[in-house]
């Protein structure tokens, strides 16, 4: 069984800054995909942004694409997202996911295409 453990989520005004981070127990999975969804009250669950391990390839919605950045450090096996000019509309449980193995790109975004989630961390910006 793969844990998954979040942190770093908090409470900022709009504009600041935020690094959310997610690790991934057990063995390297040399074709996984992490990525962050995040879900705001009333609202479904909605893609953030994919890391592919096979290839380093970054991929993300277009909401946040150009403020948000996310990467992973090989060493601590470690996915993080870099939340950069926030907006109170980013207001939500950030949740990191896990794959079991490789998935297609077509499917990054779908939430039953990941085996593994974290527990959820929230991020509230607000004035």
């Known amino acids: 069984q793969v844990e998954v453990i979040e942190s770093g989520g908090g409470s900022v005004q709009p504009g600041d800054s935020l690094r959310l981070s997610c690790s991934a127990s057990?063995?390297?999975?040399?074709?996984?995909?992490m990525s962050w969804f995040r879900q705001a009250p009333g609202k479904d669950r909605e893609f953030v942004a994919a890391?592919?391990?096979?290839?380093?390839?970054?991929y993300y919605d277009d909401s946040v694409k150009g403020r948000f950045t996310v990467s992973k450090d090989n060493t601590k096996k470690t996915v993080y997202l870099q939340m950069s000019g926030l907006k109170p509309e980013d207001t939500a449980v950030y949740f990191c996911?896990?794959?079991?193995?490789?998935?297609?790109?077509?499917?990054?975004?779908?939430?039953?295409?990941?085996?593994?989630w974290g527990q959820g961390t929230q991020v509230t910006v607000s004035s």
């Open positions: 996911a896990a794959s079991r193995w490789g998935i297609p790109l077509t499917t990054l975004r779908v939430p039953s295409s990941y085996a593994y």
């Open positions: 890391f592919r391990f096979i290839n380093g390839g970054t």
């Open positions: 057990g063995p390297t999975v040399s074709n996984r995909v």
